[in-house]
């Protein structure tokens, strides 16, 4: 079957979306739509997915940070197996001070990727089960992913770099290793290997 | 005799212990660490220990060009690293609005499944290793390096192949490739009843694997179980066929599909997946003569390479799952924001600490390589 | 039979100029000999690298030939092999296995991230020159080196043995404090690992001029005294089968 923004099924899922106040949405192909909705809007959605529209698979959930706007947007990719169409819902949230509800209780799969989101944007979210640290054990720096922290600048300050040795290369050299062919004896006119063959 | 001050080490003494297994363990897959405590030889509960293989692959690449993040992202899936180069593509060419060349799209395709088969290769060696038989690994090995011949001589790594660039593919065939490419594939598919021979009728390996890591359908669902892991459980449902990217859509292949959701299952669907792989393999090589045309279409200076604003989602069946990428674009020459969805993230955190809770311990390793879990997805 | 008692069982310098005695040396360069031909390597995957060892270790390139084989243990094995690029967190794993390990023991870096960072120089992530931490005996640059890169490296590591001049283990007890103070710039003041690098470099006899120095008495102040490790790993809130007893 083949599923387009005017089949009869994205015809009822868009009817069943209107229920849900405030809420946009747009077909950005035939099998992604692009939901933006207010924040306090997203777990009636969610629900509404899941319960009647077979929305069982949590894709992922993408935060994107918008220091500019002082926000950050939370992307939940919700994926159907009956209708097969991705809905991506997107509500924003103030960055300051951070705090967002947690969906554990409809889909156990958000409990990995909001405490990823916690680890790398420093988001909390409400309810989630494991708000510890997983990847960043070792990490007391502020939330990396956030786009204020520089991470070349980082770098810099903490580590120091290999000094260059032309003495290594001639080691390699003496020993009959080394760089055998140079820029200028490769020439892009010289016939390729596979040419003689055909 | 027991000297009068004695005292026990584990007061009060109890059965219980806690067991660190890996990072440095032979039954760990890659650099990964599982915390298990264990009652006799049976799992109580257990954590995941991850982030030894952390790079910060996101943010490394909201600091470079687009182009040049192509050869950062096969690194993310070391064993499978094709659909990560491809998945990545795909969502450049969605955000430029760039349409490939059908010739690109069937070389793309032809080294997915390249990439599976040498993927599927390597799970069976070590799938069959924690169960004590290392023949698979040995020969699953030697084959798989067939394939990575072929990488080579169209690339020119074995491991990362840095091939596909958005809009296309680097190069065109060699003269003779595809005779070659059919010619391993005879080779490999002559090598599939030694397999069975050796493996998927050994009785050790049947009555090891039958049974261990069960899972069933409505878990699966639950947990977000994706790729071979989720047809083991009976549900039959795949990227490639059901949410179509590339030129699959014009490919006649099957599905397979097991009930039973456990380790056996699992590695039945896996052998099952490597014949529709040769399959598909055998389709693109026959018809590859016929489609001509660029190789890649016209990109801008990928230097000063403006994407318009926007985001996309794609996502590919790469050999453990469905692997997503979430790509923001905000009319720069870099990424905005970049969400690598690994399909491992999944498999190797929480259905593996649900899955190893009441197994035993010998199962643990069993059960982590039969969900055939990559550690570098979960980290990033 | 009393001529033996002149052979020097180990002798950590050559003898320089012609002593007279031929048989000065004869044990060490045996030893020398017989070490660099059985290498047991740890099986530690740090790194996207380690894909590259299963074909160089089974059939096709098959290191085993030249006495190269896995080991799963630190404490039997003599080559540390650095896969590719380490993260902050593999890093303090590998510095603590690579003290466990007896001596003589040997530091491999593979790949280029190993080197300088390779291609994840900007990364917060991962640590860069890995010499600054540990004592490296090679390195084998590449991404990724192919199977018989690795298997040359090697092959260039044995000879080195055979000949003595890999000695870098030396090094770390000799220059401890320099390899200390770059680990705690990295992990903080409060590193420390469970380890008494500097006893047993008294105990061999290997204090150098950088064993000691600001940083060691830095690790001093700090220092819990070492006791065995108590297996904690905060598993009390994680769920309990019902039908196991607490």
Redesign the interface.
Known sequence: MKLSPTSNLSASLEFLLQEISGLRSQWKSPRRLRVDLQAETLPALIELLKGRAGFVHLSAISCVDWPAQNEFELVYHLWSYEVKVLVMAHIRIPRDPGIYLSIYDLYRPAAFFERDIHEMFGLFFEGSPDMGKFILTEWDGPPPMRKEFDGEAWVMNQFDWQDYQPGWLKDIEAKGGGITTRPEDVRRDKPKPWDEQS | MRPENYQSVNHPPSNE??L?FG????GIE??YAL?V?V?GDEV?????????????F???ME?RLWIQNI??VP?IC??DPVPMEVCYSLAIE?LGGIEVPERAQWIRVMQLELSRIAAHL?TF?GHAATTGMYTP???G??D??LI?DLFEELSGG???HIFNIPGGVRRDL???YLDRVSKTLDYIESRLPDYDNLLFTNKVFVHRATGVGVLNQEQA????V?GPNLRATG?D?DVRR??PYLVYDQIEFDVPVEQAGDAWARALVRRSELKESLRILRQVVAKLPSVGGPIRAPIPNPLAWNLPAG???T?VESSKG?L?Y?V?SNGGDKP??V?V?GPS??HA??VLENLV??ARIEDVAQIMFSLDACP?E??R | MSTLKNIPVVSHEKPSGGTGNLLANVFDELMAFCRSRSLFMLHYCTGCGAIELPPAMTSRFDMERLGIQPMVTPRQADILLVTGYVSTKTLKRIILTYEQMNSPKYVIGICSCTVNGGMYWQSYATAKKLNDYLPVDMYIAGCMPRPEAVIHGLRELMENIKKGESDNWRDYYRRYDHYLGNQQRLFGENWQTPTDIIGEARHYDLMGPETLGPHTALLEQHQTPLKPFEMTLGLADLPVRKDEPR
């Not at chain 2, 990072?23 to 032979?26: G, L």
């Not at chain 2, 669902?221 to 977000?224: F, I, V, Y």
Request: proline residues 7%.
């Open positions: 212990f806690e660190f990072p440095n363990h032979p890659g650099n915390k405590r009652n109580t509960s257990a954590r995941a220990d991850g982030g030894y293989l952390h790079r910060g996101e943010k490394l600091g050869a950062l690194r070391v064993p969605e390597f060696g690994m040995f020969w090995i030697a798989r390096d990575l074995r491991v990362y060699p003269p003779g669902l639950e947990w977000a994706t549900l449902f059901d949410d985001d996309v989602y996502r469905e997503a979430y923001v905005y924001r969400h969805r993230a999944m955190v929480q809770t009441g570098p979960v980290d």
